[in-house]
């Protein structure tokens, strides 16, 4: 087997969870005002593509698409251990939908050239559709296995490199096999992200205090860069329309616990501090 794998890890850079972001009036988030985070689901995709080069040998890619401050994540993603970063960032992408999305990712794939093994995260906290993964397979041809927990390479009977993965399935699980190149995404019951590496570390640092050097690491890309037809990306691309959005809960509240004590005691305080004792019966 190649210990020369090309190794792709799609990204994305999300609000946080745990800080507010605004709505803009179209519907979609206000990104500029909301904290940022590495998307949770992404950490595992990652951790797979970084698994691979470790056991497998080969470079790990990172590729993202967003407005400028996602150069974050690429960094963030070698000091865990990737070798280089691609951002598309265009204005001409912003409100872009899944079907949008999965365009012009597909577009920056096939500019760097279609790599053995991609893998993407189940979804997004964003957006929670888990659409963007197995759409950019279809548009490359690629065979695809998704929600995807475990994973191995073996060579074939025709002496080809083969992926053997694991799919999370209702009610168990499904052995799949897939020739290479193929396309992976990855559960969150797969192994966490690992520590940041102190080579990686010190090679961001670097980057860092060298802007021409970190230019040749991590390269922003545009739409006409990547051949990508601006018509299909962005709102114009986008036939998913937010009709309307709705605010459901506030962060914060009180948390009271209720422990050592009998369980009638307990649901009888329940009933009481909720003022719907009159509704039930203990």
Same mark, same amino acid.
């Given at each position: 087997?190649?210990?020369?794998l090309?190794?792709?890890?799609?990204?994305?850079? #999300?609000?946080?969870?745990?800080?507010?972001?605004?709505?803009?009036?179209?519907g979609t988030?206000?990104?500029a005002?909301?904290?940022r985070?590495l *998307?949770?689901?992404?950490?595992?995709?990652?951790?797979?593509a970084?698994h691979?080069?470790?056991?497998?040998?080969?470079?790990?890619?990172?590729?993202?698409m967003?407005?400028?401050?996602?150069?974050?994540i690429?960094?963030?993603?070698?000091?865990?251990?990737?070798?280089?970063?691609?951002?598309?960032?265009?204005r001409?992408l912003?409100?872009?939908?899944?079907?949008?999305?999965?365009?012009?990712?597909?577009?920056?794939?096939?500019?760097?050239?279609?790599?053995h093994l991609?893998?993407?995260? /189940?979804?997004t906290?964003?957006?929670?559709?888990?659409?963007v993964g197995?759409?950019?397979a279809?548009?490359?041809?690629l065979?695809?296995?998704s929600?995807?927990?475990?994973?191995?390479?073996? *060579?074939? +009977?025709?002496?080809? +490199?083969?992926?053997?993965?694991?799919?999370?399935?209702?009610?168990g699980?499904?052995?799949?096999?897939m020739?290479? +190149?193929?396309?992976?995404?990855?559960?969150?019951?797969?192994?966490?992200?690992?520590?940041?590496s102190i080579?990686?570390?010190?090679?961001?640092q670097?980057?860092?205090?060298?802007?021409?050097?970190?230019?040749?690491?991590?390269k922003?890309?545009?739409?006409?860069?990547?051949?990508?037809?601006?018509?299909?990306?962005?709102?114009?691309?986008s +036939?998913?329309? #937010?009709?309307?959005t709705?605010?459901v809960?506030e962060?914060?509240?009180?948390? #009271? #616990?209720?422990?050592?004590?009998?369980?009638?005691?307990?649901?009888?305080?329940?009933?009481?501090?909720?003022?719907i004792?009159?509704? /039930?019966?203990?």
């Amino acid at each position: 087997m190649s210990n020369n794998l090309q190794i792709f890890a799609l990204i994305k850079q #999300v609000p946080d969870q745990s800080a507010k972001s605004g709505i803009n009036p179209d519907g979609t988030i206000d990104r500029a005002r909301a904290k940022r985070m590495l *998307n949770p689901f992404d950490r595992y995709a990652l951790q797979a593509a970084l698994h691979v080069k470790k056991q497998y040998g080969g470079t790990v890619t990172v590729v993202s698409m967003g407005p400028p401050p996602a150069m974050e994540i690429l960094l963030e993603a070698i000091e865990h251990g990737a070798d280089r970063g691609y951002l598309l960032s265009d204005r001409r992408l912003a409100a872009s939908d899944t079907l949008a999305t999965a365009y012009a990712l597909h577009c920056v794939v096939k500019h760097l050239g279609v790599p053995h093994l991609t893998f993407c995260g /189940l979804q997004t906290t964003d957006g929670d559709t888990a659409q963007v993964g197995p759409q950019i397979a279809e548009r490359l041809d690629l065979p695809q296995a998704s929600y995807c927990e475990d994973f191995r390479i073996e *060579n074939g +009977p025709d002496g080809q +490199p083969h992926v053997i993965a694991r799919r999370v399935i209702e009610g168990g699980h499904q052995w799949v096999k897939m020739q290479i +190149p193929a396309l992976i995404t990855v559960a969150n019951s797969y192994h966490p992200l690992a520590y940041k590496s102190i080579a990686g570390t010190k090679k961001v640092q670097a980057l860092l205090r060298n802007e021409e050097e970190k230019n040749q690491v991590i390269k922003t890309v545009t739409l006409d860069d990547v051949g990508a037809d601006p018509i299909l990306c962005g709102l114009k691309g986008s +036939p998913t329309i #937010v009709a309307k959005t709705d605010k459901v809960a506030e962060i914060g509240g009180s948390c #009271v #616990v209720q422990q050592g004590e009998p369980v009638e005691h307990m649901i009888s305080t329940l009933l009481q501090k909720t003022a719907i004792k009159e509704f /039930l019966a203990v």
